[in-house]
């Protein structure tokens, strides 16, 4: 059976993904915990969870994939600074 692009996997049920929303750290992390309780909770196409998040439709579509793929591990280091990369491109730049 092939998923349906705005299916979410069954990693957590919604009242799991509320609490993560409550104890998330970060406006960023809480809305991708919102985009995934909108589906569990509300499952409607991905251009609506978008625009009722704020969200571009890119942003929702990468937060379901990476979720789909990673779990809820995904929505909790995704997008994280990491020290490396800043560095790596600072040898870079010259003027």
Sequence with gaps: ???NES????YLSA???QMKMRMSSGFFRFQKWLVI??????PR???EIAMHTGLSES???RIVSEY???G???IETVGEMRRQAWFAYAGECTM
């Design 45 to 47: 196409p991905l251009e």
């Design 68 to 70: 789909n793929d990673g």
């Design 72 to 74: 809820p591990e995904a």
């Design 59 to 61: 942003s929702v579509y």
């Design 7 to 10: 299916d979410v996997a069954g």
């Design 1 to 3: 059976m092939k998923r």
């Design 15 to 17: 009242e799991e993904v």
């Design 37 to 42: 309780y909108n589906l569990l909770v509300d």
